[in-house]
């Protein structure tokens, strides 16, 4: 019996698996996953899967300023279906505490 190849994921799978894996992504200083912090401003997934993600950071002169959005990088390029990866970080509009979610508001005390 042959084995049958995976069929191809929609945009919004992929965009789903891609959001699964921002949240293993953590600020070092912060107990709490980027998408979740509101780092994460948008995701575009191209119809050959590649990605595009634009994304801030807590402050300008954060001390993961260089390596996290690298890590955003490689962890989403490690996802099987994506063709390719492009991480842009921007300070527009800057990033506030009321972009967190609910839940990130609750597990730092914000609620």
């Given at each position: 019996m042959e084995a049958k190849e995976p069929k191809p994921l929609t945009q919004e799978q992929l965009r789903e698996k891609v959001v699964d894996v921002l949240h293993t992504v953590f600020d070092p200083e912060i107990p709490v996953d980027i998408y979740e912090l509101g780092?994460?401003?948008?995701?575009?997934?191209?119809?050959?899967?590649?990605?595009?993600?634009?994304?801030?950071?807590?402050?300008?002169?954060?001390p993961v300023a260089e390596t996290l959005?690298?890590?955003?990088?490689?962890?989403?390029?490690?996802?099987p279906e994506v063709n390719d990866v492009q991480v842009e970080v921007v300070f527009d509009p800057p990033w506030d505490q009321e972009m967190m979610s609910e839940a990130a508001k609750l597990e730092l005390g914000f609620m």
């Open positions: 780092l994460i401003y948008t995701i575009d997934i191209f119809p050959i899967n590649n990605v595009m993600i634009e994304m801030t950071l807590t402050s300008p002169m954060c959005p690298q890590e955003v990088k490689d962890k989403i390029a490690d996802l």
